[in-house]
């Protein structure tokens, strides 16, 4: 069945950057778009990027200048990459496929804090 | 970037009303348009797409509809388990963008 599982370090130091990998199963990286979305404690969501079937790359507005996402196929992963990290990037990272975000990721909790 | 205006951001109603949430799109977005509930420490669940079209599962009381850049999404007699958080996402044009939430507590 379509599984996500986002991985990762719960704790980032200011300044530093975040990696997060989401690792997929049940369906091909090639035919489907994933995107990156994330939560803050108590707050919205936040649409981030997304990698589209075809490796090319859409970010939000916002954060275009600190983030990259990329893929390998071959281990079915998709990676998320965002520098200069600061206390308003704590949150909750999700990971999502497009259809309809009919399948999500359990999430990842990063905080950010020296 | 296309800016979704939910309201309200927080509502409290009772078990058997008809609660209806709305998003306000900036830009025409067609019928491009997703809802989503979420419950506290889960991941979000799309409730219904395309506007109007309910997901798989979804119970027949959620409704969706379109009048004008107005979305709603409507639940016609309210549940317990209904209480949680619900976002619409617009996926017209990229950067796809979230309203800001809406908290919907059971008096």
């Known amino acids: 069945q379509v599984q996500l599982k986002e991985s990762g370090p719960g704790l980032v130091q200011p300044s530093q950057t975040l990696s997060l990998t989401c690792t997929v199963s049940?369906?091909?990286?090639?035919?489907?778009?994933v995107h990156w979305v994330r939560q803050p404690p108590g707050k919205g969501l936040e649409w981030m990027g997304r990698?589209?079937?075809?490796?090319?790359?859409s970010y939000n507005s916002a954060l275009k200048s600190r983030l990259s996402i990329s893929r390998d196929t071959s281990k079915n992963q998709v990676f998320l990459k965002m520098n200069s990290l600061q206390t308003d990037d704590t949150g909750t990272y999700y990971c999502?496929?497009?259809?309809?975000?009919?399948?999500w990721g359990q999430g990842v909790m990063v905080t950010v804090s020296s | 970037d296309i800016q979704m205006t939910q309201s309200p951001s927080s509502m409290s109603a009772s078990l058997g009303d008809r609660v209806t949430i709305t998003c306000q799109a900036s830009q025409d977005i067609g019928n491009n348009l997703i809802w989503f509930q979420q419950k506290p420490g889960k991941s979000p669940r799309p409730m219904i797409y395309?506007?109007?079209n309910l997901a798989n599962g979804v119970p027949s009381r959620f409704s969706g509809s379109r009048s004008g850049s107005d979305y709603s999404l409507t639940i016609s007699s309210l549940e317990s388990e209904d209480m949680a958080d619900y976002h619409c996402l617009q996926y017209k044009q990229y950067p796809l963008t979230f309203g800001s939430g809406t908290k919907l507590e059971i008096k």
């Open positions: 049940g369906f091909s990286l090639t035919s489907y778009n």
């Open positions: 990698m589209r079937y075809n490796g090319d790359t």
């Open positions: 999502t496929r497009a259809g309809y975000f009919d399948y």
């Open positions: 395309y506007a109007t």
